[in-house]
């Protein structure tokens, strides 16, 4: 909210604390050459190269920031990385201490994808994938944050939810957005995905821990057939 800290990074440096105290639009077209952003840590550490945000309104007031961030590394899909992923993440279990809410990690990736890769080439993968990174944008909510890993591991921190009930009707919009017909250059194919859920409700788990149980969920869901998702019951909000 107004007054708390945007990111685990300074005020100072922090690209989305600069559009929420200031309520304005900031572009960053490369932020490795910009006076004050080329010392932030994930700009150092290159994650980050660029970055557009708006400013995110309710009744007049500014509660967030609606950002896209880009680097050498995100390229084929747009999306945020594991260290920039891993940064909002700690901020969420932050929040945990002033919001009485729950935050959820989904770990999720596409069944048989190597299958895919060997029939059709790589080309053809790189295309599933940004159609899935599409596909999941659109699914999830506006305040959400999707992050690929790397190959076909995308992460998703969903914020502000009531438990996990919340978190199974994200996850739910997911399968829903990617059991649709795939047709990638012509060729109609079967793509499903795989969700591990992991939700906590306090401060006091550790990230690791909470993309751990997430991924462990993701290779139960596996077990089942079609696209599924599966609750992690280590900490259930």
Same mark, same amino acid.
């Given at each position: 909210g107004v007054g708390a800290p945007c990111?685990?990074?300074?005020?100072?440096?922090s690209f989305c604390a600069n559009v929420v105290n200031n309520g304005t639009s900031?572009?960053?077209?490369?932020?490795?050459?910009?006076?004050?952003?080329?010392?932030?840590?994930?700009v150092l550490a290159g994650a980050v190269g660029a970055y557009a945000?708006?400013?995110?309104?309710?009744?007049?007031?500014?509660?967030?920031?609606?950002?896209?961030?880009?680097?050498?590394?995100?390229?084929?899909?747009g999306l945020p990385n594991?260290?920039?992923? &891993? +940064? @909002? *993440?700690?901020?969420? &279990? +932050? @929040? *945990?201490?002033?919001?009485? +809410?729950?935050?959820s990690v989904m770990f999720l990736d596409i069944d048989n994808f190597k299958g895919i890769n060997d029939s059709y080439g790589h080309d053809f993968g790189d295309a599933v994938l940004v159609e899935l990174s599409e596909r999941l944008k659109a699914a999830i909510r506006v305040p959400d944050t999707l992050a690929r890993f790397g190959g076909d591991e995308f992460v998703a921190l969903c914020e502000d939810l009531a438990g996990a009930d919340d978190a199974a009707i994200v996850a739910a919009h997911m399968i829903a957005a990617v059991d649709r017909e795939w047709n990638i250059d012509g060729q109609v194919i079967p793509?499903?995905?795989?969700?591990?859920?992991?939700?906590?409700?306090?401060?006091d788990v550790m990230s690791a821990v909470l993309l751990r149980d997430a991924d462990a969920a993701m290779y139960l869901a596996k077990k089942q057939r079609g696209s599924s998702w599966v609750l992690s019951t280590s900490r259930v909000a």
């Open positions: 990111t685990t990074v300074s005020d100072e440096l900031l572009t960053v077209g490369d932020a490795r050459t910009h006076p004050v952003y080329s010392q932030n840590p994930l945000g708006e400013p995110l309104l309710e009744n007049g007031f500014v509660i967030g920031s609606v950002s896209m961030f880009d680097s050498k590394a995100r390229q084929l899909t594991r260290g920039l992923f &891993l +940064d @909002r *993440l700690a901020h969420a &279990l +932050d @929040r *945990l201490q002033r919001h009485p +809410d729950a935050v793509v499903s995905i795989s969700i591990g859920i992991a939700v906590a409700d306090s401060p």
